[in-house]
């Protein structure tokens, strides 16, 4: 038996596998933001610390998906369906808002990939602005 809807976070698979009984749960639309989402769920059921995924990661997934989806869609149809996905990916960060706002127009790739890289940019200067080291988490 799978169980399926509302799994956000790991705790809600964990709950949900444990108020209905079922084998496995079914991830949908939390994963297109949050790819990690199935390795944090395995450490939940494990009891086993969650993985931490930092923004470098969460950048180099949004320019995959990018890239994934221009492939399997086209640039025309992709670009416009990243308009709302790749702002995702941007959800609990610094600057989310702005890139969100960015994003909001994009019609090429090259549109995309630089609001991407801004929104690197962004990013960075905040975490120098704090004293933090380039590469950030």
């Known amino acids: 038996m799978v169980g399926n809807g509302d799994i956000v976070l790991p705790d809600d ?29 395995v450490a939940r059921l494990r009891n086993q610390p969650l993985p931490v995924t930092d923004t470098n990661q969460r950048l180099d997934l949004m320019r995959c998906y990018l890239a994934a989806s221009i492939d399997y869609l086209g640039e025309h149809h992709a670009c416009r369906m990243m308009r709302s996905r790749l702002g995702w990916f941007s959800k609990g960060l610094p600057f989310g808002s702005r890139f969100r706002e960015m994003i909001k127009r994009i019609s090429t790739e090259a549109e995309a990939t630089a609001a991407v ?3 690197e940019e962004l990013l960075r200067a905040q975490k120098a602005s704090m004293g933090c080291p380039c590469h950030y988490s």
């Open 13 to 41: 698979a964990l709950a949900m596998m444990t108020e209905t009984g079922c084998d496995a749960v079914m991830v949908g639309r939390a994963a297109i933001g949050n790819p990690g989402i199935f390795s944090l769920i």
């Open 117 to 119: 890289d801004r929104y």
